[in-house]
């Protein structure tokens, strides 16, 4: 990592936006900025004036007031703190802690600090703190800005990076970077954030809970909306299918409805599936949410399950066999799963099942299943068991190719941590080759730890 204390323009209006906007400059705006001759703390005047420092930063209509002024004395103070928080998170990846929050509250209390230049103050006072966890980390997430736009650039993005949900993309895409955060690392979590910019316009993002459904049950339609405007919108939908489910399929009869968003700009659609087995089993629909203010965006196909076969998987699943004879009639009383390369994974089923020598176990995430045909980016490798569940390596494809990753995932298959991608040289080092009893940098040889 390079250590350059505050000093080239690019870097400035890179810090800036980091602090102000919590995301990186766009493009154009890089160019702009940089060609217009201001100094940072006019930069930082004309970002105070847009919508997005006072809706993301600021957060003044959260306390229902229009400027800093108008805050009430008796929660001045507790705004003023999460101020702080907030440029601390964006430039040291972390919250002040309580002396700190005292010493700005005390600078800006007595004038020495105008609290529209706080961000620029505590960039300065970390990057002028020269090998420091302050400055590692700040010149860290600089570099990273610079490559996402960069990237941005580069892949003819830029264009797409310009709405409020493209603004919330950039600040997630901040939010994991730290004074650890490698290229490779980096370039896979741009790689997962371009993913998200939506079309120009689009403002909304939706998704379903599960790609499946059956008869007589509901699945849930996660929709969110990004920027001022999304807080108690209301959204039509429209329910859609490529086959031939109808409005009979649907327990209120109706392909269509609206939504209304709470004031996180959130909402949930159920859609409950009729119970009186008209459905054909293996019909599929998909949710199309619209909105005046931000566009249009599918839901994934989801498919409708027949509630006797679905009955008869569920059966099977909870070990009845035994008990009620060949359940699914394939000829064979209990379980046949098997995992015949020892890789930890049940063999020959569409999703990633984790083999435990009894029921198959599903690997979710807020109960989405993954497969290798969940993205070109990984697959998930070998699965071990461990005293609390089990740990699941995924080797990078595509644009991870070389780096590698592992689930913890809980005895019930639920995935409850990351470990971040590493280069293979840093799982060896951190034992992951004794780990999964696999040669992941392929020397011929797996590296024991002493």
């Not at 895409?173 to 290229?183: A, D, L, P, V, W």
């Not at 890789?343 to 989405?368: E, K, M």
Request: with cysteine; glycine share 8%; aromatic share 10%.
């Amino acid at each position: 990592m390079t250590n350059r204390p505050y000093t080239t323009t690019r870097d400035q209006i890179q810090t800036l936006y980091l602090a102000y906007c919590g995301r990186p400059c766009d493009p154009e705006g890089l160019d702009g900025w940089q060609n217009s001759y201001l100094s940072a703390s006019s930069i930082v005047e004309e970002l105070m004036l847009t919508e997005e420092y006072r809706f993301n930063t600021l957060k003044l209509d959260i306390q229902g007031v229009d400027n800093i002024n108008e805050i009430p004395v008796d929660n001045y103070s507790e705004w003023l703190a999460g101020l702080i928080n907030t440029f601390y998170n964006r430039l040291f990846a972390r919250n002040a802690e309580p002396e700190e929050i005292e010493v700005w509250s005390q600078c800006v209390t007595d004038g020495t600090v105008y609290p529209g230049y706080l961000g620029i103050t505590i960039a300065n006072a970390g990057l002028n703190l020269i090998g420091s966890d302050f400055a590692n980390t700040l010149n860290t997430r600089i570099e990273a800005a610079n490559s996402f736009s960069d990237a941005l650039q580069t892949q003819s993005l830029a264009e797409r990076y310009s709405s409020w949900l493209a603004v919330d993309v950039g600040m997630d895409f901040m939010s994991n970077i730290n004074e650890y955060t490698t290229e490779p690392q980096a370039a896979a979590l741009r790689a997962a954030a371009f993913a998200r910019l939506p079309e120009a316009g689009v403002l909304i993002e939706v998704s379903e809970s599960s790609s499946s459904v059956a008869e007589g049950s509901s699945v849930a339609i996660a929709v969110a909306g990004f920027g001022p405007e999304a807080a108690g919108a209301v959204l039509d939908y429209r329910i859609f299918s490529p086959d031939s489910f109808s409005a009979s399929d649907l327990a209120d009869g109706s392909l269509t409805g609206q939504i209304t968003l709470d004031a996180n700009g959130n909402g949930v659609i159920q859609v409950a599936i009729s119970e009186d087995r008209i459905v054909d089993d293996g019909e599929s629909f998909a949710v199309r949410v619209s909105s005046s203010f931000g566009g249009t965006d599918d839901s994934g196909i989801i498919t409708v399950a027949d509630v006797d076969n679905w009955r008869k998987a569920q059966a099977f699943e909870l070990g009845w066999e035994s008990t009620l004879g060949d359940i699914n009639s394939d000829e064979i009383i209990g379980s046949s799963i098997a995992d015949a390369n020892s890789d930890g994974f049940v063999d020959g089923v569409s999703n990633y099942q984790l083999f435990n020598s009894g029921p198959a176990i599903d690997i979710t995430w807020h109960g989405r299943t993954y497969s290798d045909a969940t993205t070109v980016d990984w697959d998930a490798v070998k699965a071990v068991s461990t005293e609390s569940g089990y740990k699941v390596l995924l080797e990078g494809t595509a644009t991870l190719k070389g780096l590698f990753y592992f689930w913890d995932v809980n005895s019930t298959g639920a995935i409850t941590a990351g470990s971040g991608w590493k280069t293979d040289d840093q799982a060896v080092a951190n034992g992951w080759e004794e780990l999964f009893g696999t040669d992941i940098n392929i020397n011929g040889s797996i590296n024991l730890l002493a």
